[in-house]
């Protein structure tokens, strides 16, 4: 059983950065990619950046050039370094592992982790 505890949400101000992390506990050498995700109010879930095992890495659209995602294999964390922030990424951010088994992958989430953007 993998579980993910999420940290470094809050309030920021427009043009402001936060940083969020991901361990991953349980999961060991078995956790393959890993990602956030966040929901808007009022709208579905959506993918803001995924990372591999190796370190190749996809952003949504909305976040290119403003978000960062890392890991640390060792610890089996992920981050998201999230720069110039806007209103419209107010949502609550959402931790995803994958976890490698022999039956097929199983995916974990955390909690969430609200971000809200406001002046």
């Known amino acids: 059983q993998v579980q993910l505890v999420e940290s470094g949400g809050g309030l920021v101000q427009p043009g402001g950065s936060l940083r969020l992390s991901c361990a991953a506990a349980?999961?060991?050498?078995?956790?393959?990619?890993m990602g956030w995700y966040r929901q808007a109010p009022g709208k579905q879930r959506e993918l803001v950046a995924t990372?591999?095992?190796?370190?190749?890495?996809n952003y949504a659209d909305s976040v290119k050039g403003r978000f960062t995602i890392s890991r640390d294999n060792a610890k089996n964390t992920v981050y998201l370094q999230m720069n110039t922030l806007k209103p419209e990424d107010t949502a609550v951010y959402y931790c995803?592992?994958?976890?490698?088994?022999?039956?097929?992958?199983?995916?974990?989430w955390g909690k969430g982790t609200l971000v809200t953007v406001s002046s």
């Open positions: 995803n592992a994958e976890e490698f088994r022999l039956a097929g992958p199983r995916d974990y």
């Open positions: 349980g999961g060991g050498s078995r956790i393959r990619n």
């Open positions: 990372i591999t095992k190796g370190g190749d890495t």
